[in-house]
């Protein structure tokens, strides 16, 4: 079977686009599509220059390519519909409806969603990551005072690209702990973190899971052995429930799921930045 | 005037719902929004408990609210649309255009976008995220033959933050490395990273700008002085045109755009992962 081209057009970064795109098209396992991004299309020229290389791929392969566009400008947007693929129109959709609903009109303006932002938001969310970096890990516990939240779990559950998007995507400061299995031999909340309590949240994970993990990393001493992760995970559960430590398993989650389950949980504002 | 309420109803993490809705909300600046999400959305019962969520905020606001909704599940789309909210169907809209040109009908399957994904996938992604602290800041230089891309920039033009997200969002590896007023005035690439010559990318950023990012870390000592920065700046600039180092503008760039534009010129591979 020929592959079917997907075409993501954008005047900005893209990134909504292809994540819409991903996702229709997921729902179509049976099609293998090529998927090509055409990101920051945000003039008449680079508008035509798409509509040929679109229209090109129509020769190239059977079937019509399929075109899905999130774009502001109405000119821009008449260029692409015009091409031989066929148009999802992302934008243009949702727009009418919603200027006959709020009864005004839209102010066309491109890329407020991942385009310039304001300078004070944009600080808070460098801080953030900032933030996440200097605090990884278990270091510099005394700044844990300017966290929201504060991750806790055993090595190698998914803590610091967790911490890392939630200050990236929502500009939330997280700070992560690991436990380790020296403090969880005492069965309590490492005395270092003791005065965080009220922000700490868990990680677990399938100790199976784990194992795998830790033995593609360091397939040395007893660290990546079943019956060590068994025990660490284990021991981590128990503390948890225990000291009501809201936690959730990251065995089968991807890091977005992670984030937002734990802003869900810990009723974190959630504002993307 | 009254805020409007716009209720973001997703089936998994509404990471997607929430960015298409703000993308769309901004476009009508005159009025004000307040933004429910409401993830997880996977079952009757949390459908149910949605639609009163929504019906009470009829009651409480004198406008209809807007209800963003990305829902695979049919029933479940069809329990959120029968709220008294406006409800626009970012999914349900592109299915049905999508089954009849494709000629198959969807899996309904829930959440492949930022879902449970394949481990092969999730651990170059968490790799990815490793390389980038581990090689952050100009540290374990030895490694940059991984790298896909190597950053380089004065001191705070968002290498970090840019580099993170590179690897967060489409799993590609990125170190970053600092030019120091040292390295600039050699008016040479570092000899440290000699090596990897075509692997550079330049991030520079207006003066005025930089210092004032600089001045809300470290206002003492030259660091923060707009004398400094100028002269870094142009340095650097100078340096990247002599030695035909592509770069980019980073003053009015989300950390976003700054990412998809270095894929774009360094022409990297742009896989969501």
């Known amino acids: 079977m020929k592959e079917r081209y997907a075409f993501i057009v954008s005047d900005r970064t893209g990134i ?69 693929g066929v148009f999802f129109d992302m934008i243009g959709q949702f727009i009418e409806p919603l200027e006959k609903e709020l009864g005004v009109e839209s102010s066309h303006t491109i890329g407020s969603s991942h385009g310039v932002i304001d300078p004070e938001k944009y600080t808070s969310r460098i801080a953030a990551v900032n933030f996440a970096i200097r605090t990884d890990d278990g270091v510099h516990i005394g700044s844990y005072d300017q966290a929201s939240v504060v991750i806790v779990g055993v090595s190698r559950t998914g803590k610091t690209p967790t911490s890392l998007y939630l200050s990236l995507q929502f500009g939330i400061r997280v700070a992560n702990y690991p436990l380790t299995p020296a403090d969880l031999d005492t069965g309590r909340v490492p005395r270092a973190i003791e005065k965080y309590r009220d922000k700490l949240f868990g990680l677990s994970i399938d100790p199976q899971r784990l194992a795998q993990i830790r033995q593609e990393r360091f397939a040395e001493g007893s660290y990546a052995q079943l019956r060590q992760c068994q025990y660490e995970v284990s021991r981590a559960e128990a503390l948890f429930r225990k000291e009501k430590i809201p936690f959730v398993d990251a065995t089968a989650k991807s890091i977005e799921e992670l984030a937002t389950t734990i802003i869900h949980m810990a009723g974190l504002r959630r504002d993307l930045v």
């Open 16 to 84: 909504t686009a292809q994540t819409m795109g991903q996702m229709l098209l997921s729902q179509f396992p049976p099609i293998k599509f090529k998927t090509v991004s055409l990101p920051f299309t945000d003039t008449v020229e680079k508008a035509q220059q798409a509509v040929v290389q679109i229209d090109s791929a129509v020769g190239e392969s059977a079937a019509t390519p399929l075109v899905f566009a999130t774009l502001i400008d109405d000119t821009i947007r008449q260029i692409i519909s015009r091409s031989n």
